[in-house]
């Protein structure tokens, strides 16, 4: 469970979710963080095993460490969520070099490196795996100031459907989950969300009238991890209160 550390996040909702149905989950975040064996004791809590196991995903070598530290401390992978990710509000003409190789390096290499190396753990164990990646209603839907953020996203959806085919024949389903708005981390500094009022107009475009819950990522997660979704492959699974429909 990669980029599961920060309280709000995402990465934390799918993991307590994992958790509450009786998952061993590891936690992957950067660095030696604090919130990460917070989170780590909170999952031991609900009897499951946990581990905190630090990665930088795009660094390949420390990703395949990763994977062997997890199997060895944890045992056979059956379930990866590759939903690390950052971003930057910069138009078109602004965006700097440094800040286009940070967010395909996070977003696309990290996601490529940790789908690569575990979904080989799971091959050379004979697992019957799932694949969960985090993509983003960018899929589908172009904002401005995000063109990196989104071909990023995009180029996952590419990644999906493609493992997916090639992975069948192992057993292993491979799918994405596209978030709408939840207020994490990564969105503090969305130019469009700094006012009572930017976030008031950003809540008339979502039928749901509110951004999600982490946890309500996780149960759909949860989802394509179970029995229930064993035919549910190359799928994009949007959980955005409705962000998209009909506008795209
Ligand atoms: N929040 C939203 O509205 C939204 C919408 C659509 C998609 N997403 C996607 O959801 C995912 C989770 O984001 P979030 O909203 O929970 O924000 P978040 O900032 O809370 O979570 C991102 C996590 O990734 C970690 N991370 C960053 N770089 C990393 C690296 N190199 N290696 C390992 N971990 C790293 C961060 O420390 C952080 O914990 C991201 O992929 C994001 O693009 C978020």
Same mark, same amino acid.
């Given at each position: 469970?990669?980029?599961?550390? *920060? ?17 061993? &989950? ?16 909170? %999952?031991?809590? %609900? ?10 995903? $795009? ?22 969520? /590759?939903?690390?990710? !950052?971003?930057?509000?910069? $138009?078109? %003409? ?9 967010? &395909? ?19 050379? $164990?004979?697992?019957?795996? *799932?694949?969960?990646?985090? /993509? ?45 708005? !939840? ?8 130019? $469009? ?9 950003? %809540? ?5 009238? *509110? ?9 759909? !997660? ?14 994009? &699974? ?5 962000? &998209?429909?009909?506008?795209?």
């Amino acid at each position: 469970m990669t980029g599961a550390a *920060r309280e709000r996040g995402i990465g934390r909702g799918i993991a307590q979710c994992l958790a509450e149905e009786g998952c061993a &989950v590891a936690v992957n975040d950067l660095g030696a963080d604090a919130d990460g064996h917070a989170l780590v004791a909170e %999952l031991r809590t %609900l009897g499951v095993a946990a581990e905190y196991v630090a990665a930088d995903v $795009s660094d390949r070598s420390a990703v395949d460490a990763m994977i062997a530290t997890v199997e060895d401390r944890l045992g056979p992978l059956d379930f990866v969520c /590759s939903n690390a990710g !950052v971003a930057d509000w910069q $138009s078109l %003409l602004d965006v700097t070099e440094e800040s286009f190789d940070r967010l &395909v390096a996070v977003n696309l290499t990290g996601a490529f490196n940790v789908c690569q190396a575990a979904t080989a753990a799971m091959v050379a $164990s004979g697992r019957r795996g *799932r694949v969960v990646i985090t /993509s983003s209603v960018h899929v589908q839907m172009p904002f401005p100031e995000m063109a990196v953020y989104g071909a990023t996203k995009g180029g996952l959806k590419g990644l999906v459907e493609t493992m997916a085919i090639e992975l069948a024949e192992h057993g292993i389903t491979v799918n994405h989950i596209g978030p709408g708005w !939840v207020q994490s981390f990564i969105n503090d500094t969305s130019p $469009s969300l700094q006012t009572d009022a930017e976030v008031a107009a950003t %809540l008339t475009l979502i039928p749901a009238g *509110r951004p999600a819950d982490p946890r309500e990522l996780g149960r759909a !997660v949860v989802y394509l991890c179970s029995a229930d979704g064993e035919y549910v492959t190359g799928a994009y &699974v949007r959980v955005d209160g409705g962000f &998209v429909v009909g506008k795209y």
